[in-house]
């Protein structure tokens, strides 16, 4: 029997690695109009790094949790805001619901909850709106990473209203 010479890391042989699951992008879609901008600089990430993208939808206390599957209207048409920009790129959609807890916890108990789920996922990058709910906005996101030295969290500014072409 002959045995197949080994060869070194650097001979120019790929190797398949130790990839293992891939690490998604995380997008935080909170129902409200920057959920597209939030999407669109998601997909963007996703497309260069060549992983899919993970869609957190957050939802209000106030909607029963029971009713949260991905599944489930209120979640449906929090993606079907988006999907029109992030389907055609043919990336990869994770959807995931994160239901905000009720009351009022400590300012960043929302933050530190998607945090937790993005890490769940392996995700590395999390995008967010500069302005959402209390504790999923850009500033708190930022501020519980660096807390708990989670994933990365870009930044997208909201999006601007188009002006009408008759106005001053």
């Known amino acids: 029997m002959t045995r197949q010479p080994l060869h ?3 001979d120019g042989v790929p190797r398949p690695g130790r990839t293992g699951l891939a690490q998604p992008v ?15 600089a998601a997909v963007r990430m996703a497309l260069t790094r060549r992983v899919p993208l993970l869609l957190i ?3 209000p206390p106030r909607i029963r949790r029971a009713s949260l599957a991905p599944t489930s209207a ?6 079907a805001r988006v ?12 959807p995931e619901v994160l239901h905000l807890p009720a009351g009022r916890g400590s300012r960043l ?11 769940r996922h392996r995700a590395p990058h999390v995008v967010a709106a500069r302005r959402g709910p209390e504790g999923l906005d850009g500033l708190a996101l930022i501020e519980a990473a660096a807390l708990r030295s989670g994933p990365s969290v870009h930044v997208v500014a909201p999006a601007r ?7 001053p």
């Open 57 to 59: 939808v957050a939802m």
């Open 26 to 40: 995380a997008a935080v879609l909170t129902d409200r109009v920057d959920d597209v901008a939030v999407a669109e």
């Open 74 to 79: 209120p979640v449906r048409a929090v993606l």
């Open 109 to 119: 108990a929302a933050a530190e909850a998607l945090l937790a789920l993005a890490t």
């Open 8 to 10: 070194s890391a650097h």
């Open 161 to 167: 209203s188009p002006r009408h072409p008759l106005s």
């Open 83 to 94: 999907m029109p920009k992030v389907g055609p790129h043919g990336t990869g959609c994770i």
